[in-house]
């Protein structure tokens, strides 16, 4: 009977941990992520990357060339980048919060940058989250 019990636990622990430790589905995730950025008219080239681990964390980044010939229209053009990439996380299944290192230059013009944290003030430390799009764009 002890042993029935203990083996009950264990096999209970077991499906436990394996629940807490699941995590979504990075090609899926990161496919439709790229997908939802490369509908958009503001972008030009560029990839995004999603990244989800328990050792690393979880992070969606890039550098993507926008629309936009100056730093000005690039930062309104990463605006749209930003907002069509959580409108797609949001939908996907198992997703974490994760920090958003995304950044953008004007077509042609590698050496301006706009990055996320410049067009969205993180709401705590230096790196955009998803939370913090969440709440700026009201979702």
Do not use: K
Request: hydrophobic content about 45%.
């Amino acid at each position: 009977m002890a042993i029935a019990r203990r083996s009950l636990l264990i096999a209970s622990l077991a499906m436990a941990t394996a629940a807490c430790g699941r995590r979504s589905d990075i090609p899926a995730v990161q496919a439709a992520l790229q997908q939802a950025v490369e509908s958009l008219p503001a972008w030009r080239s560029g990839r995004i990357q999603y990244q989800d681990s328990t050792s690393a964390g979880t992070t969606i980044s890039g550098v993507l060339s926008l629309a936009g010939d100056d730093r000005d229209a690039a930062a309104a053009s990463l605006v749209s980048v930003l907002e069509a990439i959580i409108r797609t996380y949001v939908d996907q299944p198992r997703t974490r919060t994760a920090f958003v290192r995304v950044e953008g230059h004007p077509e042609g013009d590698q050496s301006t940058r706009v990055t996320a944290a410049d067009v969205l003030a993180p709401a705590e430390g230096a790196n955009v989250t998803t939370d913090d799009l969440v709440e700026h764009f009201g979702l």
